[in-house]
Structures are given as C-alpha cells and as structure tokens.
C-alpha cells in the first residue's frame, strides 16, 4: 500500500535498526529488496503468518509476538536443512504505535540478529493485528531435506523437549497455575537452526513440529509412503512439564500438542553416533522415539505395546 506519514514512521524506525549484511545489494527502501544469491546454492522460502486470537493469545508481548514470528520461520528453515541469510516482514497493525513497534523489534531483530539474518523489506499497512514474516536460505544444490525420503528401517528422531507450549497454553486457558519455563516455550521457542544445517547428509526426511508432533509426522510418512511406531515413553519431556501435568495429561500434551518447533526427521541407524555428536556440538538434545515400518500412518504404543490414539490430532485451523 502507499503508507501515510505515521506509517513511513513505523518503516523509518525499523529501517534504522536493521543489520545488514553483505550479500544484501539493496535492502529496506527501495520498491524491492535485491539479494546476492551465491552461485553454488540453491534459495530456500518459506512463509508464516500469526494473526491476534489464533496463533497467539490476545496481550502477548510485542517483544515475544517479534520473536516468535520469526522464529516460526526459521524453524522452517531449518527443517529444510537451510542456512537463513534474509527475511521479509509484513505487519497489520490497528494503529501506527511507535512504542508497540520498537519493543516488537527487540524480540525480532534480538533473533534475526542471533542468526546473522538481514531484515531486507517488507510492507506496512493498518488492520488487525497480523504478522507475516518470508524467510529466505540457503543450501546446497539438492541438499534440502524434504519430508519426502523416509525409509524402512529408519529410525524417527526428534529435538529438544515436547509439549510445553502447548502445555502453557493449557494452563493459560485453565486460568489457574502457570508456569514460567513453560510459557517461555510458547513465547521465545528456539528454531533448532544449526541443526537442521547439520543434518544434511545425516536424515532422510524431516519436518518440523508446529500442529503437534504425531500430525507433523503423519505429514512425513504420507509423503514418503511408508509408516511409523512410536514409543510413547520415549517422547522427551522437560522437567516443568513433568512437574505440571500427570503422565496422561502430559503424554497427549508431548504427543499432540502444537507450537513445539522442535524437528522431527527420520535417519538410518548407521547415522545415530553423527547425530549424537550433532546434538553435542549444538547443544541440543536429540532422542530416538520409534522407527520407520512398511504401511502406512503412525502407531504409537505405549510401555506394554498397547496402541494409543490421543484425544484429538494437532491444531488445524477451519476444523473443529
Ligand atoms: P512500496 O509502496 O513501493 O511497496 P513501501 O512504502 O511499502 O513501498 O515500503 C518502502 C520500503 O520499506 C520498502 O523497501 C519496503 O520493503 C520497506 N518496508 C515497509 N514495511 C516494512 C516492514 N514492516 N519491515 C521492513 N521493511 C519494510
Ligand atoms: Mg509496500
């Protein structure tokens, strides 16, 4: 759109707080960004919006909102196995609020800045609250990992931890207790980035875990044609889950909650040492939770083998 003054304001603002980089011929100012792609790589995209209401809950701080959009996008990089470089953001704000805006850019470029990510342009407009943010990488020809690879007899990882975020949501909407390290997985989630990069080469297939990791793994066997067991017991849990929810609770929490953004990939048994050195060299816990089968779908058993089916799937929006 063509902003008014308040809104060349807002522009004017984050243009001066922006890093750039190298690669960057032309960044925010200009009708377009125009970006150096290196000869030897192809360019990665991806894209996520967070509208008010939906994906984050009404009085989250701008500063969390600024991280967490993109940091949603950098996960999804880094399940790609792409090393991120640039990122565009489209925001819809109710009114030009100066305030609202330097503080969403203390958790926006407090990200960006981690990754060397260059905020190169981007649109400005009034509306409901909504933030759009593309983040561009980079990897080498035919290296990206896709969900598409998983095979028969591989074994089926995932990072970190699973089930804060949405258990803070739950407490959140229980109005009752809650728990700061749990709402921090909400609000600040960590896009594994460098071990996605680490995983070319190493995984088949991988996806990250937004709408809850057994719908995000059904994604990963239906495109590859194969399924899936999964040892309960072995989801990974951080202590403040454990502390908050009883084992039930907690296992549809690990199981089917969203917002995690922890990666979820397959590789063959022969990588499991390369991956636990990737895990120590990142300082990010990876676990073996079950393997790839002949069929189709996910089974996940708990302790005595039993199937267990979660209360509901993984967030989707326009069902339910
Ligand atoms: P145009 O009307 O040509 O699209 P704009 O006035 O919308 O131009 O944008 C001017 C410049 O400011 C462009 O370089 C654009 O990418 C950048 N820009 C606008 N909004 C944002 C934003 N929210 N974040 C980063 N850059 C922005
Ligand atoms: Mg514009």
Same mark, same amino acid.
């Given at each position: 759109m063509s902003p008014g003054t308040a809104e060349f304001d807002l522009i004017e603002r984050i243009r001066r707080r922006a890093a750039t980089r190298g690669d960057v011929?032309?960044?925010?100012?200009?009708? =377009? +960004?125009?970006? =150096?792609?290196?000869? *030897?790589?192809?360019?990665?995209? !991806?894209?996520?919006?967070?509208?008010?209401?939906?994906h984050?809950?009404?009085?989250? +701080?701008?500063? *969390?909102?600024?991280?967490?959009? @993109?940091?949603?996008?950098?996960? *999804?990089?880094?399940?790609?196995?792409?090393?991120?470089?640039?990122?565009?953001?489209? @925001?819809s704000l109710p009114s030009a609020d100066a305030g609202w805006i330097d503080a969403f850019l203390?958790?926006?470029? +407090?990200?960006?800045?981690?990754?060397?990510?260059?905020?190169?342009?981007?649109?400005?407009?009034?509306?409901?609250?909504?933030?759009?943010v593309t983040a561009h990488g980079l990897v080498a020809p035919g290296a990206a990992l896709r969900r598409a690879g998983a095979r028969v007899g591989d074994d089926v990882w995932v990072t970190g931890t699973l089930g804060d975020a949405a258990g803070?949501?739950?407490?959140?909407?229980?109005?009752? !207790?809650?728990?700061?390290?749990?709402?921090?997985r909400l609000d600040r989630p960590m896009p594994r980035v460098a071990f996605g990069v680490g995983l070319v080469g190493l995984a088949h297939a991988c996806i990250?875990?937004?709408?809850?990791l057994l719908a995000d793994l059904g994604h990963v066997? =239906?495109?590859?044609?194969?399924?899936?067991?999964?040892? @309960?017991?072995a989801l990974p849990s951080s202590t403040a889950l454990a502390r908050a929810?009883?084992?039930? +609770?907690?296992?549809?929490?690990?199981?089917?909650?969203?917002?995690?953004?922890?990666l979820c990939?397959?590789?063959?048994?022969?990588?499991?040492? !390369?991956? *636990? =050195?990737?895990?120590?060299?990142?300082?990010?816990?990876?676990?073996?939770?079950?393997?790839?089968?002949?069929?189709?779908?996910?089974r996940a058993v708990d302790g005595d083998g039993a199937a267990w089916a979660p209360p509901a799937r993984g967030y989707q929006h326009f069902v339910g």
């Open positions: 011929v032309l960044g925010i100012g200009d009708d =377009a +960004a125009v970006l =150096a792609v290196p000869r *030897d790589r192809q360019l990665v995209v !991806a894209m996520d919006t967070l509208n008010a209401g939906v984050f809950p009404d009085g989250t +701080a701008p500063a *969390d909102l600024g991280w967490k959009s @993109l940091a949603v996008n950098l996960s *999804d990089l880094a399940a790609m196995g792409a090393a991120p470089a640039w990122c565009t953001l489209s @925001l203390d958790g926006f470029l +407090a990200l960006a800045d981690a990754h060397g990510v260059a905020l190169v342009g981007g649109d400005t407009t009034r509306g409901p609250l909504s933030v759009c803070a949501l739950a407490q959140w909407r229980a109005g009752g !207790a809650r728990d700061a390290a749990l709402r921090e990250d875990v937004s709408d809850g066997l =239906a495109a590859s044609g194969v399924g899936a067991e999964v040892q @309960l017991d929810f009883d084992a039930p +609770a907690r296992r549809a929490l690990q199981a089917a909650g969203g917002d995690d953004y922890e990939f397959t590789a063959p048994p022969g990588a499991r040492d !390369a991956i *636990d =050195a990737l895990a120590s060299a990142t300082h990010v816990p990876a676990t073996r939770i079950g393997g790839i089968v002949a069929g189709e779908g996910v």
